[in-house]
Nanobody, 130 residues
Framework: QVQLVESGGGSVQPGGSLRLSCAAS????????IGWFRQAPGKERDGVSC???????????YYADSVKGRFTISRGDAENKAYLELKTLKPADTAVYYC????????????????????WGQGSMVTVSE
C-alpha cells in the first residue's frame, strides 16, 4: 500500500545540479520524517539528509558533512512529495539515491540510522562525471 517513487536522477557534469523528487502514496508525508540516503558503488548506504515531521516534530533538517552547503532537503507536504536539491555536484556524489520515511530523524549520522526508516523508494541513479 505504501509506495515511494524517486525521480529526477541522471548524469551531470561536475558542478552541475539536479533535483530529486520523492512521491509518496499510502501515507501522509506530513506525519513522517523524510530521509535521503545514497549508496555509492561498493559502499554501504549512508544518510545524506533528513527532515523531521512538522507535526510530530519541529521540521528540523540535518545534513551529512559531505553535502552540507550543497544539498537542500525540503518538504512538499501539500503534494505528498519530498525533494532533495543537489548542487555543485562532485564525482564523489555518484550513487543511487533513495528516499525513505520513518518516525523521526533522531540518530542521524549514526551507524545504522537507515534502520530507523520503514519505507523506501526504488532509488534513482545520480552519475557525476565528464
Amino acid at each position: 500500500q505504501v509506495q515511494l517513487v524517486e525521480s529526477g536522477g541522471g548524469s551531470v557534469q561536475p558542478g552541475g545540479s539536479l533535483r530529486l523528487s520523492c512521491a509518496a502514496s499510502g501515507l501522509n508525508l506530513e506525519y513522517y520524517a523524510i530521509g535521503w540516503f545514497r549508496q555509492a558503488p561498493g559502499k554501504e548506504r549512508d544518510g545524506v539528509s533528513c527532515i523531521s515531521s512538522p507535526s510530530s516534530r519541529d521540521g528540523s533538517t540535518y545534513y551529512a558533512d559531505s553535502v552540507k552547503g550543497r544539498f537542500t532537503i525540503s518538504r512538499g507536504d501539500a503534494e505528498n512529495k519530498a525533494y532533495l536539491e543537489l548542487k555543485t555536484l562532485k564525482p564523489a556524489d555518484t550513487a543511487v539515491y533513495y528516499c525513505a520515511v520513518g518516525a523521526y530523524c533522531l540518530g542521524f549520522g549514526s551507524r545504522g540510522f537507515h534502520n530507523h526508516f520503514e519505507y523506501w523508494g526504488q532509488g534513482s541513479m545520480v552519475t557525476v562525471s565528464e
